[in-house]
């Protein structure tokens, strides 16, 4: 009997060792992967977050499309133009250049406009979630698109 219960005591044991391990593991596996961004696809602007805080009137107000063997993206929003250059690795993604066009924004999308040439530089990590790609710095959310 003393035999048995040592047994049972030892799978117990191990499996939460195991358990965690293969959580880890999923979780290390997730964090790493790259994220499968599309040539020519264009991705819609759901949220700008400045400061923590949502931008909700950004909402469908710009796009973004990627060109993945130049390493290049264009972000538009109806009026101007900002040409990009990016670099990614696993999970890291960085805006290696943000140029935006001579035009200036109508007063009713300069807020989207400076919001974009503010947080696209400040990009570190992107992220896949279904079809939305998912753009962050080291401590906060930066950017949400949807395709």
């Known amino acids: 009997m003393k035999?048995?219960?040592l047994f049972l005591k030892s799978i117990k044991k191990y499996s939460k060792v195991s358990l965690s391990l293969s959580l880890v593991f999923t979780v290390f596996f997730?964090?790493?992967q790259k994220p499968n961004i599309k040539t020519?696809?264009?991705?819609n602007l759901e949220s700008i977050f400045i400061s923590g805080q949502k931008n909700t009137l950004a909402?469908?107000?710009a796009t973004l499309t990627f060109d993945t063997k130049k390493k290049t993206a264009a972000c538009s929003n109806k009026c101007t133009h900002l040409e990009l250059r990016y670099c990614s690795k696993?999970?890291?993604f960085k805006f290696i250049s943000?140029?935006?066009?001579a035009a200036a924004?109508?007063?009713h999308l300069v807020g989207i406009e400076s919001d974009l040439k503010e947080n696209l530089p400040k990009v570190d990590r992107c992220i896949q979630d279904n079809k939305?790609?998912?753009?962050f710095n080291k401590k906060d959310t930066l950017l949400v698109f949807y395709e």
């Open 90 to 92: 696993r999970n890291k």
């Open 59 to 61: 909402k469908d107000k």
């Open 30 to 32: 997730a964090i790493a």
């Open 40 to 43: 020519g696809t264009s991705y």
């Open 105 to 107: 924004c109508p007063d």
């Open 3 to 5: 035999l048995v219960n």
């Open 98 to 101: 943000v140029i935006p066009a």
């Open 132 to 135: 939305r790609l998912i753009f």
